[in-house]
């Protein structure tokens, strides 16, 4: 559950995966990694004002619960062949991390789910497991209450399906005004006219 939890040993793959799709990968996954990277900025913001307006505590700031902690290690996902410490919270603990809700963790990884899903419809919602992982996760280490990943989850997908609005419409604007030859082959961001897929360049022909 901690090495689950733990951003920095993913990081790398992420970003790997990012650069790759960017420079690879046509239209839609071009797109995707774009509108990803706005997404998770502006949702980390939402997170950080959340956080500090509801200002809630996390489990082990007021009470005691089983900590597992990771050990030191470079490349950071090595650490996942160490034997990690288990331990209980104490008072060292109170001050620690900052407030419980909602989670940034999955906040993130709700944002990732949602874009997947919304992109690539039958493989993208299979990252919905990944985000589920992570939010027991946050739970089984004491760094989170369940209604805070619940409500977080419901969170992150409100700020996805409300981004994605907000490029589709930004979309439909500087595209058809500036690119018109790439908007008609993509007028909308994450499917084709009529769910139908085209070979780009060909011309929209009225029924």
């Not at 620690?96 to 789910?113: E, K, L, R, T, Y």
Request: proline share 5%; hydrophobic share 45%; aromatic share 10%.
């Amino acid at each position: 559950m901690a090495g689950v939890s733990d951003s920095e040993i993913w990081r790398p793959l992420f970003v790997l995966i990012g650069i790759s799709a960017l420079v690879v990968g046509g239209f839609k996954a071009r797109v995707f990694v774009i509108c990803l990277a706005c997404s998770l900025l502006i949702g980390a913001l939402v997170t950080s004002g959340l956080k500090s307006t509801v200002d809630r505590r996390r489990p082990k700031q007021v009470q005691t619960v089983r900590m597992v902690q990771l050990q030191k290690a470079r490349p950071k996902f090595l650490t996942l062949f160490k034997q990690p410490t288990i331990r209980f919270s104490d008072s060292a603990d109170r001050h620690q991390s900052g407030p419980s809700f909602p989670s940034g963790h999955v906040a993130n990884n709700s944002i990732i789910a949602s874009f997947c899903t919304l992109f690539y419809r039958r493989r993208g919602w299979l990252y919905c497991a990944v985000t589920a992982a992570v939010g027991y996760s946050r739970i089984y280490l004491g760094a989170h209450w369940p209604s805070d990943v619940i409500a977080t989850i419901f969170l992150g997908v409100g700020e996805s399906l409300a981004l994605l609005a907000i490029y589709e419409s930004i979309w439909t604007i500087v595209g058809r005004r500036w690119m018109p030859q790439l908007f008609a082959d993509h007028p909308s961001l994450i499917s084709d006219v009529d769910g139908e897929t085209r070979t780009p360049g060909a011309s929209q022909r009225p029924k």
